[in-house]
């Protein structure tokens, strides 16, 4: 089965990829790379994560094109299940083209999703790093502040991102770790971040996960299955912004909060509490007043005294499509640990991933009000921050790359 999954997948798409023996796994642990849009949005969410953000180190906008070029064959390779390059074997006298750690193993449906930030097209002091200022969309605004936030500045921003999910933590790993490789000269890694269990099914095929708080996340999340809903919430059109950028038109916006949990105060909330909190049930994930997962949330319910069932203050509440004018997000977070804070603390939370169509209509409004009132806020802090623009997907086209229209 490896073999096939790997004959379907040769080199005629220019990657240039050779085998990672037989473990790449049968034709279900390959996820197609290329396609109208990138791979890894309206995918159904893997079971680990790496995320990295990189900083651009060149000035030299033809460096910073090959280096797409060369990422773009790399990350096709991995996905498919192939090494970069000419993999482990060969040249005695030089580094291999693959670091090696993913030899053998299967693709895990790794997808690779290129991003690009605000500070690409402007530097903080307004300067027009490679001549794409004017090409800068409008929805890829800064976030602004929210109340509550700590934000750790070696925690935000970055000029590109890319997104690896796998259900293999290796495979993930390899593939960052291989884009920062060859990125060297061109490009540093500014953060990263490891997420070791999704918190959101994006499919209705998937069991809703937990989060690190125990409550099922992602029960009334965006799903794949769902065209109508993802072309309204999650894909750029082409009259929603100028011409300019008119390189994002099946693309996205994603906006990146690492969140760490205060697991220590919740886990001596009485349970009531911490089902208010939310608005739903901790076992079955049935919204309050409920008893099925995907019941449907009524807000206008009220109880014997006249209370609302779901409090003003729940999560789900202030996070509804019916409290933010319709708008809806497609998340597809994943859980974190990275030690402890010193303090006798875990460091522990929720990497959260957004994905949408504007920025302006949905993140950021749905977050100023969650920031405002959420009775969530005295269990979580936003230690991390970034937006990026997703350009649409790579076509097989001979020389087609990430983010090529951008620069053409
Ligand atoms: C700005 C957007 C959001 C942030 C930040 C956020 C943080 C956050 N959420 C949970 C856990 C849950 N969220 C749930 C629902 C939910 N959350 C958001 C948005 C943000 N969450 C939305 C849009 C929704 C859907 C609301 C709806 O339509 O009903 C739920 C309930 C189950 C579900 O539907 O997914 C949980 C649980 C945590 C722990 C967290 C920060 C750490
Ligand atoms: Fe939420």
């Known amino acids: 089965a490896g073999v096939g999954g790997l004959a379907a997948c040769s080199d005629d798409d220019g990657s240039g990829g050779s085998g990672r023996g037989d473990g790449a796994g049968p034709a279900d642990q390959i996820v197609a790379f290329h396609g109208d849009h990138q791979a890894g949005i309206a995918t159904p969410a893997q079971d680990r994560l790496h995320f990295a953000a990189f900083d651009i180190v060149t000035d030299t906008r033809a460096d910073l094109v090959a280096l797409l070029r060369e990422w773009t064959a790399a990350a096709a390779a991995m996905t498919s299940g192939l090494a970069v390059g000419a993999g482990v074997a060969g040249r005695q006298q030089a580094p291999p083209d693959d670091t090696g750690e993913a030899e053998g193993l299967a693709a895990g449906r790794l997808t690779l999703t290129f991003a690009v930030g605000p500070s690409l097209f402007t530097t903080a002091d307004g300067v027009d790093r490679f001549g794409l200022a004017g090409r800068r969309p409008r929805a890829l605004v800064d976030l602004p502040p929210f109340p509550g936030e700590a934000l750790e500045p070696a925690r935000c921003g970055g000029d590109l991102a890319v997104q690896a999910c796998s259900d293999d933590p290796q495979v993930a790993v390899h593939a960052i770790r291989n884009l920062a490789r060859i990125g060297r000269g061109t ?86 509490e911490q089902e208010a909190t939310f608005g739903r049930t901790k076992v079955s994930g049935a919204p309050l007043g409920r008893t099925g997962e995907f019941e449907p949330v009524d807000l206008a319910r009220r109880d014997a005294d006249g209370e609302p069932v779901i409090p003003a203050n729940a999560h789900i509440r202030l996070a509804a499509p019916e409290t933010n004018g319709g708008q809806a997000l497609l998340r ?26 504007d920025p302006r209509t949905q993140f950021i409004p749905i977050q100023r009000r969650l920031a405002g009132a959420d009775a969530l806020n005295e269990y979580i802090r936003h230690t991390g921050s970034a937006i990026f623009a997703v350009p649409p997907g790579v076509t097989t086209s001979a020389g087609d790359h990430w983010a090529r229209l951008l620069f053409a």
Do not use: C
Not at 332 to 357: P, V
């Open 332 to 357: 597809r977070g994943y859980s974190f640990t990275d030690g402890s804070d010193g303090l006798g603390h875990l460091d522990a939370g929720l990497f959260f991933l957004a994905y949408q169509r």
């Open 187 to 272: 490009v540093a890694v500014r953060w990263s971040q490891l997420g070791f269990g999704r918190t959101a099914s994006t499919s209705s095929t998937q069991i809703t996960p937990r989060n690190l708080l125990g409550f099922k996340d992602g029960t009334n999340n965006l799903h794949v299955e769902q065209p109508a809903r993802l072309d309204e919430h999650v894909w750029v059109a082409a009259a929603d912004d100028g011409p300019a950028a008119s390189w994002m038109v099946g693309g996205s916006y994603l906006v990146a909060r690492r969140i760490r949990m205060l697991t220590e105060q919740w886990d001596r909330t009485p349970l009531a």
